[in-house]
């Protein structure tokens, strides 16, 4: 044995070993190695200025960590980061509108028209704004939520459409047999509306669905149980907060953010919407 090689030097200076850093992501298994505690990671957010991780244990008992270090991975030590940047998502062309139109340049707002489109909801709304307002605003025309499609009907009747006053609606989930394809035909059937309204619709349940999957980096939609409310089900399946109004207009508003371009949203939007605005704006 060397003993000249052995000493305080070779057990205060030991080698450093540098702990791999992971991204937190949803669904992840974790132990927290004081506690003990291991589950499935949930949701992650910012609390008192610091990111905190939700992990699920097999019994649904739910507990919040920090990230940082103590945690194992498939039984490695790690350092929890903070989830990995989503990619930037690439805005419109130059020269383009987020619909892919042709941009004007220097155009400035119409004076809104008397033809109007119509829309269920405030999301429904919104989603038509961010995509084709450019567009609208060129030619005029505005879009209002109804807030529901059950008084259709009598809505139509009080707008009084006809040439030079027509109507667009984009209604949720008009497929065959449903309540909302009986309410169009009855409302395609009252007085004045045979060329002068369209009413057309999206098989989703909701416009939240119009959103293509991989724009949200996830496979599909998840699919929630009759009897749950749609979107309550689908913010918890996203392990994000869905337990107040407030939670479920935060969660619309994180999806809208992942829209830039028409190209983010399904073709049996797009063409809907497309054929409703070919509709008000022809001569």
Do not use: C
Not at 26 to 49: D, H, I, N, Y
Not at 113 to 129: C, F, P, T, Y
């Amino acid at each position: 044995m060397d003993y000249q090689n052995w000493g305080p030097r070779g057990i205060s200076a030991p080698a450093r070993t540098e702990l791999p850093e992971v991204p937190v992501e949803r669904g992840m298994v974790l132990e927290e190695v004081q506690s003990g505690w291991v589950g499935a990671v949930t949701r992650v957010e910012k609390s008192g200025g610091m990111h905190v991780v939700a992990l699920e244990d097999r019994r649904g008992k739910s507990r919040s960590f920090r990230l940082g270090f103590g945690f194992l991975l498939e039984g490695q030590p790690i350092r929890l980061m903070p989830p990995a940047p989503a990619p930037a998502a690439s805005g419109p062309a130059a020269g383009r509108t987020a619909s892919g139109s042709v941009r004007v340049a220097g155009q400035r707002a119409q004076v809104a028209k008397a033809s109007r489109i119509w829309v269920e909801g405030k999301h429904d709304a919104e989603l038509v704004e961010k995509v084709w307002g450019d567009d609208l605003r060129v030619e005029g025309i505005v879009v209002e939520p109804l807030h529901g499609i059950d008084d259709l009907t009598a809505a139509v009747a009080d707008f009084r459409p006809g040439p030079g006053r027509r109507l667009g609606v984009l209604v949720d989930h008009l497929v065959p047999d449903s309540k909302e394809s009986r309410i169009a035909e009855a409302v395609m059937a009252s007085p004045g509306a045979a060329g002068n309204v369209l009413i057309v619709g999206h098989p989703y349940v909701d416009v939240w669905q119009a959103i293509r999957p991989a724009v949200l980096g996830i496979p599909q939609w998840p699919a929630i149980p009759r009897g749950q409310d749609w979107k309550t089900g689908i913010l918890k399946a996203f392990g994000w907060p869905h337990a107040t109004k407030e939670d479920i207009g935060l969660g619309w508003q994180k999806l809208l953010g992942a829209v830039r371009t028409y190209a983010d949203l399904e073709p049996s939007l797009l063409g809907r919407v497309e054929e409703v605005i070919d509709f008000l704006t022809a001569p």
